[in-house]
């Protein structure tokens, strides 16, 4: 579940990450919508903020093609200008960021592009009242990676494909214990080989959420997906709910929502659909747990199938000043009913950056990725779509920028 995006990041934070999606892939799966916000978080008084910035970077690609039968390695140079803004009051708060790259290959000058990504990222909340709150987001990425372009992490070689998130949704609370959220949103995907399917997604939540004691909140809610696949029957699923939220301790929380998902189209089926996290609090960071399994597309793939995703994240914030330090292992399989789609995805993405001073930061990214597919989606040659894929990449760079207030 990705819709309901009722809970956000300090958007300052948001906008400003954006570049190192361009930037450093590494971290651009970070990005994506939350999969089950509980809380809103309300807005809060900030002057209007706009931050040029630009990126400069070299990365050490050991797969540039992302494809085992075609393991060709590379220096790319990367130089990446954006943009980010932010206002916020009382009663609204909106934030938003824009970024692209050039690539310069140092083996490969076929491959170089002055466009070669772009992202974009806005957020907006608007509390309409004491108890209604407003809230809409929009996530775009353009890119030719492909396994950082999909939720599900499948790569199916090196492609120009771009992905678009956009939704909204309300809560309104009922009474001091009792509130009642919705949203919806529409997902697309689209690939530029013929052999990749393109698709949309829309889907719509309604949940409700009580809380029994100011340490445990259930929930009870509904999730509706309808997912219109290029030359493909179109397919619906149907989830009811039940989750609980436990706050263990005041640097503890842990989440779980669970129920049966139903699909209907070219099959009909039951399967179970989950959501789990527990994140910690300490003095030098955060560090938290996740697993997801839900009906989805498969990057392309054709079809639906059954996604699991499941990782750490840790986030080291005090081991020295103006230093942070990101990281986690994340595993990810897609397999559809017949077996047609059958990927296995692990990644370990580890980033530091390092502020110099007001404006200027230095950052430095990992990103490992591993991928076997057993999948029997074959291109018109016969050559399998979703590819075994090892992958290396090292990223060093510095970044430019200064915020201008406007108060």
């Keep these: 579940m990705f819709v309901l995006r009722l809970s956000a990041r300090p958007l300052a934070i948001v906008a400003a990450a954006a570049v190192l999606a361009v930037a450093f892939p590494t971290f651009g799966q970070l990005l994506r919508p939350p999969t089950d916000p509980q809380n809103l978080q309300q807005p809060r008084k900030s002057p209007m903020t706009l931050t040029p910035s630009v990126t400069v970077s070299e990365e050490f690609n050991d797969n540039v093609f992302l494809d085992n039968t075609r393991k060709e390695w590379d220096m790319i140079t990367r130089i990446t200008p954006g943009v980010t803004f932010e206002v916020g009051e009382p009663t609204y708060r909106l934030a938003a960021g824009y970024f692209f790259t050039a690539d310069l290959y140092a083996?490969?000058?076929?491959?170089?592009?002055?466009?070669?990504?772009?992202?974009?990222?806005?957020?907006?909340?608007?509390?309409?009242?004491?108890?209604?709150?407003?809230?809409?987001?929009?996530?775009?990425?353009?890119?030719?990676?492909?396994?950082?372009?999909?939720?599900?992490?499948?790569?199916?070689?090196?492609?120009?494909?771009?992905?678009?998130?956009?939704?909204?949704?309300?809560?309104?609370?009922?009474?001091?214990?009792?509130?009642?959220?919705?949203?919806?949103?529409?997902?697309?995907?689209?690939?530029?080989?013929?052999?990749?399917?393109?698709?949309?997604?829309?889907?719509?939540?309604?949940?409700?959420?009580?809380?029994?004691?100011?340490?445990?909140?259930?929930?009870?809610?509904?999730?509706?997906?309808?997912?219109?696949?290029?030359?493909?029957?179109?397919?619906?699923?149907?989830?009811?709910?039940?989750?609980?939220?436990?706050?263990?301790?005041?640097?503890?929380?842990?989440?779980?929502?669970?129920?049966?998902?139903?699909?209907?189209g070219s099959i009909s089926r039951v399967t179970p659909a989950v959501i789990a996290s527990l994140s910690q609090r300490y003095g030098w960071g955060n560090i938290s747990l996740d697993y997801t399994r839900a009906v989805g597309t498969a990057g392309g793939l054709g079809g639906t199938s059954d996604n699991q995703s499941g990782g750490a994240t840790v986030q080291l914030t005090s081991l020295m000043p103006r230093l942070v330090v990101q990281g986690g292992p994340r595993y990810n399989s897609s397999v559809s009913p017949n077996h047609s789609i059958d990927v296995q995805g692990f990644t370990l993405p580890v980033q530091a950056t390092y502020r110099l001073q007001t404006g200027i930061a230095l950052i430095a990214a990992y990103q490992f990725f591993h991928q076997r597919s057993e999948s029997r989606a074959l291109t018109p040659a016969g050559t399998a779509i979703a590819a075994d894929a090892d992958q290396n990449r090292v990223w060093v760079g510095i970044q430019f920028g200064y915020p201008f207030k406007f108060e």
């Design 107 to 264: 083996r490969h000058p076929e491959l170089n592009q002055a466009f070669d990504a772009h992202s974009f990222i806005g957020d907006a909340v608007w509390k309409a009242s004491p108890l209604l709150t407003l809230n809409a987001f929009d996530t775009f990425t353009l890119t030719t990676d492909t396994n950082l372009m999909n939720q599900e992490s499948v790569a199916t070689g090196r492609n120009r494909s771009y992905s678009n998130y956009m939704g909204g949704g309300a809560s309104y609370q009922v009474d001091p214990r009792t509130t009642v959220r919705g949203g919806a949103l529409w997902v697309v995907q689209h690939f530029q080989s013929e052999d990749l399917f393109d698709s949309d997604t829309y889907g719509l939540d309604l949940a409700v959420d009580r809380a029994f004691t100011p340490r445990f909140t259930g929930t009870i809610g509904y999730e509706y997906r309808f997912f219109d696949i290029q030359n493909l029957p179109d397919t619906t699923t149907h989830t009811p709910r039940l989750g609980v939220r436990f706050r263990f301790t005041e640097t503890i929380t842990g989440t779980l929502s669970a129920g049966p998902t139903i699909e209907t």
